[in-house]
Each structure stands twice: as C-alpha cells, then as structure tokens.
T-cell receptor, first 111, second 113 residues
C-alpha cells in the first residue's frame, strides 16, 4: 500500500520568509501529485498540481517533483500570515482513483 | 469555484444508532468519494463511487458502511450500527471524469457517544 510521508510536521516562518515542505511517496507507479491546503474547520482545497518531473511555479508557490527519488516538495516564497494552514501532499496512481494523503505539515507564518 | 455541500455539519449520536451523512456534489461531477479525518490529522480514503457502483474501498470501509446516490440526489454515507471509533470528520469529494482534482466539502463532524 502506498505510503506518503511529509516533513516537517510543523513549520514556523516569519512573514516574508520562505517555507519549504517535503513529501516522499512509496509507489513508483504514482503519476499525479497535488498539494492541498486546509484551513481550520474547512475541507482541503487543491493548491496546485504537478504531474511531470521538474519545477512548476504558480505565483509565490513552486512545486518540485522527482519521481526517481520518490520526492515532491512545495516552496512558498514571501510567506504571508494568510498562508498559515495545514498542507497535505496528495498522490494518486490513476485519474479518478483514490488519493493517498500525507500526515500534513502545519505551517504558521508569524507577522 | 465549484462547491461541494455537506449536511449536517455536526451530528451527535449514541453508539449503535444509524447515521446518514449527506453530500451534494458539484453538479456535473461523476466521481464521488468519502474520506475520514481524525483530530485534524491524516485524511484517509474510505470509498469511491461511479455510475451507481462502488469502484474501490479501503479497509476502513467496514461492513457497517454503505454508500448510494439514488436518482442523482445526495450522495450518502450510511453507518449502521455506529461504533465509538467512527467519531471523526467525514469529507465528501467529487471530480469530473478524466479530471484529476477532487473538490472537497466542508465536512461533517460525527460524534458517537
């Protein structure tokens, strides 16, 4: 069974700083990768997806995927207090299949 | 953006009772999912449903669980009978066919006493 592990468990960064979140997965057949963000009391919402090796940048957010090393990461530049949330790495083997979630990284951005 | 609705937001019941959690998925979505989250931690897949059938279920989807979507109405998760360990937040999600992103509802917090 797919194992998805995230580090760190929690992260505190100053406003304007860089936050780096890491994720490893175990199934080499994995094809689809997302970062979901969940604010307290809400459901998770997809932040960005990455399906090919390399970097994908959307505004202040950059995702990196290396399938060979079974690793995906998310970097948040110029972090804002509104970025404070629980971030999940999510992995799927096929479209419309189950998503395997990591344990989450709790990000706190201090003003 | 597209919204998934869940009713009720919070349900408290006694152990052994039946409970039905309701989900109103995004209108043109065809795939539906239930996930379970305990104490704001890991989200765990329960089941996915397409074209009136369960496609895949995890070991968390016990025999006491069932899902259905009668006549295009709510997608429901029924637990009968409930157990203490069923206390959690249950999230419904939906996706388009061929699309990869799952849209999640706000969750139903189930408390079994």
């Amino acid at each position: 069974q797919q194992k998805v592990q995230q580090s760190p468990e929690s992260l505190i960064v100053p406003e304007g700083g860089m936050a780096s979140l890491n994720c490893t997965f175990s199934d080499r057949n994995s094809q689809y990768f997302w970062w979901y963000r969940q604010h307290s009391g809400e459901g998770p919402k997809a932040l960005m997806s990455i399906f090919s090796n390399g970097d994908k940048k959307e505004g202040r957010f950059t995702a990196h995927l290396n399938k060979a090393s079974l690793h995906v990461s998310l970097h948040i530049k110029d972090s804002q207090p509104s970025d404070s949330a629980l971030y999940f790495c999510a992995v799927s083997i096929n479209s419309n299949n189950r998503i395997f979630f990591g344990d989450g990284t709790q990000l706190v951005v201090k003003p | 953006g597209p919204k998934v609705l869940q009713i009720p937001s919070h349900q408290i019941i006694d152990m052994g009772q039946m409970v039905t959690l309701n989900c109103d998925p995004v209108s043109n979505h065809l795939y539906f999912y239930w996930y379970k989250q305990i104490l704001g931690q890991q989200m765990e897949f329960l089941v996915n449903f397409y074209n009136g059938k369960v496609m895949e279920k995890s070991k968390l989807f016990k025999d006491q669980f069932s899902v259905e979507r009668p006549d295009g109405s709510y997608f429901t998760l029924k637990i009968q009978p409930t157990a203490l360990e069923d206390s959690a937040v249950y999230f419904c999600a939906s996706s388009l066919e061929g699309q990869y992103e799952q849209y999640f509802g706000p969750g139903t917090r189930l408390t079994v006493l």
